[in-house]
């Protein structure tokens, strides 16, 4: 099993920035990535972004030029630096525990607690 556990979220203003954290423990051992997602009141859960215990990252569009994904792995902690974050980036923010393959993110049925971020406009 892995638990998953997210802080930083909060309310901010239409351009301000948020640093999300993930911190994993457990059988990290059997993962190989962790990946961000989000879900937005009234809407389904979309992919954020990934990185990989190499340091590989994908990003959705969305993310793009504004977010950067990193990890510590001393730590077992992967964060999201959110910068310019927009009105439409009001969501509740889950990290994820799955494999990364030839640049693509695979889920797996190991999710956070999430942290909300509102961005005000």
């Known amino acids: 099993q892995v638990q998953l556990v997210e802080s930083g979220g909060g309310l901010v203003q239409a351009g301000g920035s948020l640093r999300l954290s993930c911190a994993a423990s457990g059988s990290t051992f059997s993962i190989n990535a962790i990946g961000w997602y989000r879900q937005a009141p009234g809407k389904q859960r979309e992919y954020v972004a990934a990185?990989?215990?190499?340091?590989?990252?994908n990003y959705a569009d969305s993310a793009k030029g504004r977010f950067t994904i990193s990890r510590d792995n001393a730590k077992s902690t992967v964060y999201l630096q959110m910068n310019s974050l927009k009105f439409e980036d009001t969501a509740v923010y889950y990290c994820n525990a799955g494999d990364y393959f030839s640049g693509t993110y695979y889920q797996r049925d190991y999710w956070g607690q999430g942290t909300q971020v509102t961005v005000s406009s």
């Open positions: 990185i990989s215990s190499r340091g590989s990252a």
